[in-house]
């Protein structure tokens, strides 16, 4: 392996994907680096101006000259930081929210186009070498927090989080195939008829496959969310990804205008109750029952949106 090794590669995959023309690529007025940043932003939990700048190694007077454009084009609002008043705090408006799905959507559109040229029996073989690209440059280090991006489901991503909930609830707590049913029931609702104003589904993704899911969708309770199906991979727990899918919730929640969150979970899924309780969700009844083979005690939380507005949690 030498340096032309790895710069001719670097030419040859830029070429692939279309790097060097970016916005012609996607139909879009933003260069490659434009877009990164509206990723993050989309995708990161720290918004800050200096987390972006270091996150992404961008020079300062670069950086604030694309957020200047996006201010400019009304995609992002800047405010003191909660962390520190001189720091820049950076949200994207749902002007901006809708220009990075539409950037993300293409992005996908145009992977999708390049992946269908490699034969599906190779595929498997493509997929391990990104992966061992991956591992060898960031030198063996173990995931980070930031390594974790909240994502928008993709094609399969809902099947995902049937086949995962059900795998995962009948090792870790012996759930039988009722349990699957549920699931499955709850996700097909979604994908059938759901307004994506009022209703959301959160992917954890982590080295470019899904680690955790939640979702938010109307309660029968006027003005109440209810927050189902988290789960979160063994492999990747520690990471804070069960904060941040809740969080998620919680913030959706509240810009949608709900005036609660409730959620129904069983007393023997301690981390889960944690959690709940680390974001101001309390517990308003519980009730034993019999479902999914076994014997548990059901529990209902609500989290009152108005009263943990402004950090009261």
Same mark, same amino acid.
């Given at each position: 392996?030498?340096?032309?090794? @790895?710069?001719?590669?670097?030419?040859?995959?830029?070429?692939? @994907?279309?790097?060097?023309?970016?916005?012609?690529?996607?139909?879009?007025?933003?260069?490659?680096?434009?877009? $990164?940043?509206?990723?993050?932003?989309?995708?990161?939990?720290?918004?800050?101006?200096?987390?972006? $700048?270091?996150?992404?190694?961008?020079?300062?007077?670069?950086?604030?000259? @694309?957020?200047?454009?996006?201010?400019?084009?009304?995609? @992002?609002?800047?405010? /003191?930081?909660?962390?520190?008043?001189?720091?820049?705090?950076?949200?994207?408006?749902?002007?901006?929210?809708?220009?990075?799905?539409?950037?993300?959507?293409?992005?996908?559109?145009?992977?999708?186009?390049?992946? /269908?040229?490699?034969?599906?029996?190779?595929?498997?073989?493509?997929?391990?070498?990104?992966?061992?690209?991956?591992?060898?440059?960031?030198?063996?280090?173990?995931?980070?927090?930031?390594?974790?991006?909240?994502?928008?489901?993709?094609?399969?991503?809902?099947? =995902?989080?049937?086949?995962?909930?059900?795998?995962?609830?009948?090792?870790?707590?012996?759930?039988?195939?009722?349990?699957?049913?549920?699931?499955?029931?709850?996700?097909?609702?979604?994908?059938?008829?759901?307004?994506?104003?009022?209703?959301?589904?959160?992917?954890?993704?982590?080295?470019?496959?899904?680690?955790?899911?939640?979702?938010?969708?109307?309660?029968?309770?006027?003005?109440?969310?209810?927050?189902?199906?988290?789960?979160?991979?063994?492999?990747?727990?520690?990471?804070?990804?069960?904060? $941040?899918?809740?969080?998620?919730?919680?913030?959706?929640?509240?810009?949608?205008?709900?005036?609660?969150?409730?959620? =129904?979970?069983?007393?023997?899924?301690?981390?889960?109750?944690?959690?709940?309780?680390?974001?101001?969700?309390?517990?308003?009844?519980?009730?034993?029952? $019999?479902?999914?083979?076994?014997?548990?005690?059901?529990?209902? =939380?609500?989290?009152?949106?108005?009263?943990?507005?402004?950090?009261?949690?």
């Amino acid at each position: 392996m030498t340096v032309h090794d @790895i710069r001719a590669f670097n030419r040859f995959y830029t070429n692939a @994907i279309g790097a060097l023309d970016y916005s012609r690529h996607l139909y879009a007025p933003y260069t490659l680096t434009e877009s $990164r940043v509206l990723y993050e932003l989309a995708h990161s939990p720290r918004t800050d101006a200096a987390d972006l $700048r270091a996150e992404l190694s961008l020079d300062a007077g670069y950086l604030s000259r @694309i957020l200047n454009k996006f201010e400019q084009d009304g995609l @992002i609002e800047r405010t /003191a930081s909660h962390r520190d008043t001189r720091r820049r705090h950076v949200t994207l408006t749902d002007r901006g929210r809708e220009t990075a799905a539409l950037l993300a959507e293409r992005a996908n559109e145009s992977v999708s186009a390049l992946l /269908a040229t490699v034969p599906s029996t190779e595929r498997p073989r493509l997929s391990e070498a990104l992966r061992t690209v991956r591992e060898i440059l960031s030198d063996g280090r173990p995931p980070r927090r930031e390594d974790v991006v909240l994502r928008e489901p993709g094609p399969g991503d809902l099947g =995902w989080i049937v086949q995962r909930n059900a795998a995962l609830y009948a090792a870790e707590y012996g759930f039988n195939a009722d349990y699957e049913g549920l699931v499955a029931k709850i996700v097909a609702d979604f994908a059938v008829d759901h307004d994506p104003h009022l209703e959301r589904v959160w992917i954890a993704e982590l080295d470019g496959r899904p680690v955790g899911c939640i979702m938010c969708v109307r309660d029968e309770a006027p003005a109440t969310a209810r927050l189902r199906l988290l789960v979160v991979e063994p492999d990747a727990r520690g990471l804070g990804i069960g904060d $941040r899918l809740v969080t998620a919730v919680i913030d959706f929640a509240r810009e949608a205008g709900y005036r609660e969150v409730v959620l =129904w979970t069983n007393d023997i899924l301690g981390a889960a109750r944690r959690i709940y309780q680390r974001h101001g969700f309390v517990l308003v009844a519980e009730k034993p029952h $019999r479902s999914f083979g076994k014997d548990l005690t059901g529990q209902d =939380w609500r989290l009152d949106l108005h009263r943990t507005q402004g950090g009261d949690e």
